[in-house]
């Protein structure tokens, strides 16, 4: 088996796709439209060139409470609104503005119709000072969606071109959920086509840019989730991760994220090309947020609204209350090479300061051994492709569209085009069962409660560059939970020079290694770590990532 | 889609065969030597000619005492030795002698070795007399144990001749927990070739008989547990389930059987001839026992060892301790006909003696309308065979074996040895989890608590003749759990002629309820009812059954 299989079908056909132009300029205009004048931020405070970190730019504009709202976490806005002291209404401008002020300047959104927004906000003030309760825990909370999860009324078109004028006619439940629980909704955010890049290019609206460093990739593929949470344009938002999706704009933007363990979340009504369910790895939803706090409010409020009752795929496992764990009672396994594409230095730097700060809390830190990464990454990638991509062309050739760079990565993952047969998909099945209880024994014999890891390779990549997803997709496999968080770190040029002596050990390792290889272009970037738990076990995970992350960032 | 696509391909090898001829023997002899002089059915206790109802017998030889320990709930059992009442081997001795009684009466047992369980039980007992503590909920229980579980030292087969003398060097994980609870072992019981008939025959030690007529099946494939039930050979007996594997021979044999949701139950050390995971339809362990009581039992002791510690693929959903419904409160929908096969006179009888009780005592009942049953049963048969039913028959071809007449029919199931490719596997899932939600949806929407529905077509059916899976294996696929009780009622010829004037709707149904041909040679074969409620909510169930069951055959 191998990491890739290069793709050689094309979907594309420029005449056909000729007719889709119109309807994708009308899509981009109507977002263009949405940025309406009570929320913009000035054109004088938009750089003029990239390279730039536009994460500074809000307190510029804000007003001084706007800022403090927007400052806030989720649970404390909550309880404000609660008490009545602050409306909906006062919360949501000021994040109307901020996600405007996001978007404009890094191409966030794929829809913006803040109207509704400050309508459904309206609504819950009047609810509360009519009745003195909130309708749920996330009453007033300004939410943000990528774009591929239904939407009543709106186009959903999960990145392809030929969905661009597609109206969903009902709800995804997760939103649903999320909407009964008093979240309001504004914004769906960009997203690369295919909604399998680490990265964010599409033929809708195009590519996201880092708020740390605007030459810089979001990451994707919840990419405009990722410039969103940099920007705090939103409390949380809610991304949807089969490979690394939440994680790596998590990651590469400097936030948190989840990736729940699957069927915890539902998955009902989040649009994809599958005409079939490839169950091999699943896609999982989950929050990109500000903190752990903010996480563990989202997946209460989420699971709390019972979806197994509306979504037989879901487990009813309530999400449990439990308590931070001490520090000095962990053991927390830190991978410092995954044995196929070795981190650079500005992770290895943040990976050693985790573990020196980890220590000297009193933490037992050991160093976790790889199991047979590429083996598991070959596997991961020939289940997304196997049903020869064909779902997938399909969607695309519908359209004709160009295919993005990064598209013909994702199909060439694994056994690509070529696909696997039926009784070769129940062996990857196999394989991946084996290893799902070879990394839990390990980690039961070896008394480990976590591991720690790089989230990629390397900090925010270059658009369009990131080809090996090892570091995230490993864990879609085994269907271990993680938690992204920030280490305060950034990549700093003094500190993290490339190692241009170092010897590749493969042909992917010396492409995606390579990558970084001037550390003045990736300044700014943050330097972000995941940590990974038992599976199902969320709640200990989000508790504990609260703790190591304090530890670290101190 | 079709419900069969007959068998064209043979794995049939005489030559080849005659060599295992011997080993087949050898492990005859065996379970021949099992039967120890202590235990042993007097021979002119033991019928000469078939069609005798056997489950009388074990009076006619046990002691009082003895009678009355095997006639005990495994409830009321633990009670009595956590108090010194009993002894293990008090217990043991009982059950070890019943068990072997049900052996010589209906070939239920492909290992039989008393001499270990008396040992383990004498174990027992000095432990409890050493510390006054039990080692946990099942201390000193006698269980059965279908055959295809991994048992360490001995053989498991698997129904599958080629393996008739592959040891095995570990425990299934539900037998070691079975066994950590307190469990005392002493017999593996019969099973089909494959492992995929309703009914028993294989090459290994052949038919097994059902106890209330041993001219009938005692279903399959947990064929040997349903005899053990019937005969009280064992507290409960571990069975598995993929199409009704635990349901059919309860529900043939008179006994109580669940099939959990899936992922509950540790499947890990299941031996099959798969090579690969197929999820499309999982296969589930559970008990077959006497009573809700004991159903309750067996779960509550297997998922209260925390089986997700050691096995990967399970849930932490741990056992609630639930209260029993009250009757009055509960919506309970009867299905007369699945709109396939129209069950046979017996069986409608038992329906309508169900629904005329029930609502009597107060339930709402109403009619279940069937959801696309055949087009759900040529799904769940495709999934079994997508792998061109491959690895059963390179594990047949192994050793040549003649294939079983239900063997064929297993292997022609929807898509046959044809297969499916990986895009049409993929969609077959798309199908099941649309209708997880129609199902769920409909029960939600009509405010249905159960589904009250027959176990088969007809009663237990003669020896190799089932084809006909959908009143059981249409749960399978979608995942919804179901007990199967005795209604009190058997098959009675005044009451249950055949209807001949029945007009069949399609050949599997000309085939199928035609095969209830003449009510004599059916005499005093069990009614018994299947209740389904909602998926992953097996306690709720459990619990409804009991009460359900008592109204019922009250």
Not at 184 to 195: A, G, H, K, M
Not at 226 to 249: E, H, Y
Not at 481 to 488: A, C
Not at 519 to 538: H, M, S, V, Y
Request: glycine share 8%.
């Amino acid at each position: 088996m191998s990491l890739f299989s290069p793709l050689t079908k094309s979907s594309e056909n420029p005449v056909l796709f000729a007719k889709y132009k119109p309807k994708v300029q009308a899509y981009r205009d109507a977002l263009a439209a949405g940025i309406l004048d009570e929320y913009k931020l000035p054109d004088e405070l938009i750089p003029k060139k990239d390279g730039v970190d536009v994460t500074v730019i809000p307190k510029k504009f804000l007003s001084e409470s706007e800022f403090a709202i927007t400052e806030s976490s989720g649970t404390d806005l909550v309880k404000k609104i609660s008490k009545g002291e602050l409306t909906a209404v006062e919360v949501f401008k000021a994040f109307a503005k901020r996600a405007t002020a996001a978007h404009q300047l890094t191409n966030c959104a794929m829809q913006l119709f803040v109207d509704e927004g400050l309508q459904r906000a309206k609504e819950l003030d009047e609810y509360f000072q009519k009745t003195g309760k909130t309708v749920g825990p996330l009453h007033g909370l300004p939410v943000s969606l990528k774009e591929h999860y239904d939407y009543k009324g709106k186009v959903t078109h999960a990145g392809y071109a030929v969905w661009v004028d597609r109206v969903t006619d009902d709800w995804a439940l997760t939103v649903k959920l999320l909407s009964e629980a008093g979240a309001v909704f504004y914004i769906r955010t960009n997203e690369p086509q295919s909604l399998m890049h680490l990265c964010s290019n599409n033929n809708i609206v195009g590519l996201a840019k880092n708020p740390n460093n605007t030459s810089l990739t979001t990451g994707g593929s919840s990419s405009g989730e990722g410039a969103m949470a940099a920007m705090k344009g939103s409390v949380f938002g809610l991304g949807s991760d089969i490979g690394g999706s939440i994680r790596c704009p998590a990651g590469f933007c400097g936030a948190w994220g989840l990736r729940p363990t699957q069927k915890r979340v539902s998955m009902r009504g989040v649009a994809s090309a599958c005409t079939g369910v490839q169950e091999g790895v699943c896609c999982v939803l989950g929050p990109l947020a500000h903190s752990a706090d903010d996480i563990n409010l989202f997946m209460s409020a989420v699971i709390g609204g019972k979806p197994w009752e509306r979504d037989a795929t879901v487990i009813p496992l309530p999400w449990r209350k439990v308590s931070e764990p001490n520090i000095k009672n962990l053991t927390v396994a830190i991978c410092y090479d995954d044995g196929v594409v070795k981190p650079t230095p500005p992770i290895i730097r943040g990976l050693k300061l985790a573990a020196s700060k980890l220590k000297a809390a009193g933490a037992t830190v050991v160093e976790w051994e790889p199991i047979e990464v590429e083996k598991l990454i070959a596997t991961c990638g020939s289940m997304y492709n196997s049903d020869s991509a064909s779902d997938q062309l399909t969607a695309l050739g519908a359209s004709g569209e160009p295919l993005a760079e990064l598209t013909k990565v994702a199909l060439s993952f694994g056994c690509g085009e070529k696909g696997t047969t039926t009784q070769e998909y129940q062996r990857l099945a196999f394989t991946r069962d084996t290893y799902r209880d070879k990394y839990q024994d390990t980690m039961s014999e070896k008394g480990i409660d976590f591991i720690l890891t790089p989230v990629y390779v390397s900090v925010a990549a270059k658009p369009e560059t990131v080809h090996y997803w090892g570091y995230t997709n490993l864990w879609n496999l085994l269907d271990l939970p993680n938690v992204v968080f920030p280490t305060g770190l950034k990549c700093d040029p003094a500190l993290d020079a490339p190692d241009k002596t170092y010897k590749a050990r493969s042909d992917v390792e010396n492409y995606e290694y390579a990558l970084y290889d001037d550390a003045d272009e990736f300044k700014g970037a943050p330097i972000n770590l995941q940590l990974t738990g038992r599976r199902w076990f969320d709640e200990e995970l989000v508790k504990a990532s609260k703790v190591v992350q304090a530890v670290i960032s101190s």
